[in-house]
């Protein structure tokens, strides 16, 4: 079982930065891929990003890529998502997740959760 708790959502004016990150608990995080999905009022959570057990692999939703980059560290049990030149349309809740299996972008298909943290962009 996997416990994820993310940090480092808050309020930034269009055009400016943020990185989330996600700390799990559990001694097997490398076997995991990670994912961060986003949902904002009103609408279904989305995909945006996952990245792999090594890392190597990495997957974004259009509409973040190459404005987001999905890193990990398997030492820190941490996986982040640095969130550059944002957009209004960016403001959502961001939730991290885990997979021992699944690698795609259905976000019903992650078995573990974070709490979500809120990330406000204004124009």
């Known amino acids: 079982q996997v416990q994820l708790l993310e940090s480092g959502g808050g309020l930034v004016q269009a055009g400016g930065s943020l990185r989330l990150s996600c700390a799990a608990s559990?001694?097997?995080?490398?076997?995991?891929?990670m994912g961060w999905f986003r949902q904002a009022p009103g609408k279904e959570r989305e995909f945006v990003a996952t990245i792999r057990w090594s890392g190597g692999s990495t997957y974004y939703a259009d509409s973040v890529k190459g404005r987001f980059t999905i890193s990990r560290d398997n030492a820190k049990n941490t996986v982040y998502l640095q969130m550059n030149s944002l957009k209004p349309e960016d403001t959502a809740v961001y939730y991290c997740a885990a997979d021992r299996g699944y690698t795609g972008s259905n976000y019903w298909q992650y078995d573990y959760w974070g709490q979500g943290t809120q990330v406000t962009v204004c124009s």
């Open positions: 559990g001694r097997t995080f490398n076997t995991y891929v």
